[in-house]
């Protein structure tokens, strides 16, 4: 199975700030990775798809870049609805794993 | 408009079984894939499992592999996953995921989630 590890665990940052999150594959998966957002109670939704396609309806200040083994997901001028747990996931080859999250805190 | 809606809320006791439900519409349900994901207790998401209601081809994670059945009826766009014999590690929310036209576009569709306890 491929592992999927984000960094940070958690991080705390302010409205208005730029965020970068880490996600890393234990093997190539080429551009096969998705990001999503998850508030408490709800369910997932996919932001990023493909490492850097922007799902419709989704603000362009979410972004993502990477491939290979190595992805970013960048949030330029934080706004309040974006703090929240934020989730890579691989579809390269199943099973589809998930990284262990992230958790956007209001500084 | 695309729409995933699930079955209710469970409560159940450890040994017994259960079937829960995630009915598609707005959509063509046979030709996209539905996974099933985990979410214990104040955790991350753990994928579960996938099922191609046109032919049923199914396909699940190690972890999960002999532990749950996923299913599907095309007849009345639903997926299903059950288990045979719940154990109180089984308490935990899960979701049900429509996969886009392609494996790299993501789950684009979600489900409202079913909360599952199990508790003597």
């Known amino acids: 199975d491929i592992q999927m590890t984000q960094s940070p665990s958690s991080l705390s940052a302010s409205v208005g700030d730029r965020v970068t999150i880490t996600c890393r594959a234990s093997?190539?998966?080429?551009?096969?990775l998705n990001w999503y957002q998850q508030k408490p109670g709800k369910a997932p939704k996919l932001l990023i798809y493909?490492?850097?396609r922007l799902q419709s309806g989704v603000p362009s200040r979410f972004s993502g870049s990477g491939s290979g083994t190595g992805f970013t997901l960048t949030i330029t001028s934080l706004q309040p609805e974006d703090f929240a747990t934020y989730y890579c996931?691989?579809?390269?080859?199943?099973?589809?794993?998930f990284g262990q999250g992230t958790k956007l805190k209001i500084k | 408009e695309v729409q995933l809606v699930q079955s209710g809320a469970e409560v159940k006791k450890p040994g017994e079984s259960l079937k829960i439900s995630c009915k598609g519409s707005?959509?063509?349900?046979?030709?996209?894939?539905i996974a099933w994901v985990r979410q214990m207790p104040g955790k991350g998401l753990e994928w579960m499992g996938i099922?191609?209601?046109?032919?049923?081809?199914?396909t699940y994670s190690p972890s999960f592999q002999g532990q749950v059945t996923i299913s599907a009826d095309e007849s009345i766009t639903t997926a299903y996953l059950q288990w045979s014999s719940l154990k109180a590690s089984d308490t935990a929310m899960y979701y049900c995921?429509?996969?886009?036209?392609?494996?790299?576009?993501?789950?684009?569709?979600w489900g409202q989630g079913t909360l599952v306890t199990v508790s003597s």
């Open positions: 996931q691989h579809s390269y080859s199943t099973p589809y794993t």
């Open positions: 493909a490492a850097s």
């Open positions: 099922i191609y209601p046109g032919d049923s081809d199914t």
């Open positions: 995921g429509r996969q886009g036209m392609a494996t790299i576009t993501g789950f684009d569709y």
């Open positions: 707005g959509y063509r349900f046979t030709s996209y894939w």
């Open positions: 093997q190539s998966i080429s551009t096969y």
